[in-house]
């Protein structure tokens, strides 16, 4: 969750927008399944920064690992994430816009 500035707006193309404390949940709830391993792949496609801000375009694939050692694609979904510079010195993401290429299977 330290990627993401405590003021972000999260939008995902269908759902409603939203914050941090709305996706730590949606986090918790999608890596609450022990008898899978789940996770999220990035293809990072575009960088760019000028100053205090930045973009990142990429696509992301949710693979999920049985018990059995199946690999199944979940979900495949494109990003443009806009960040900017921390007093830190750290990027955080304040705006992601998100939407699906891949349908999410039941």
């Given at each position: 969750m330290s990627i993401f500035a405590d003021d972000?707006?999260?939008s995902f193309q269908g759902?409603?927008?939203a914050k941090?404390?709305?996706?730590?949940?949606?986090?918790r709830d999608e890596f609450a399944h022990p008898e899978q391993s789940r996770r999220w792949?990035?293809?990072?496609?575009e960088f760019q920064?000028?100053?205090?801000?930045?973009?990142?375009?990429?696509t992301w694939r949710l693979e999920v690992t049985s018990a059995d050692g199946k690999i199944e694609i979940?979900?495949?979904?494109?990003?443009?994430?806009?960040?900017?510079?921390?007093e830190d010195g750290s990027w955080?993401?304040?705006?992601?816009?998100?939407y699906p290429v891949?349908?999410?299977k039941k």
């Open positions: 972000v707006n999260f759902a409603p927008d941090k404390v709305d996706l730590e949940k949606s986090y792949i990035p293809k990072f496609e920064c000028s100053g205090k801000l930045g973009f990142v375009r990429s979940k979900a495949e979904n494109r990003s443009v994430d806009i960040l900017r510079l921390s955080k993401i304040f705006r992601s816009l998100n891949v349908a999410p």
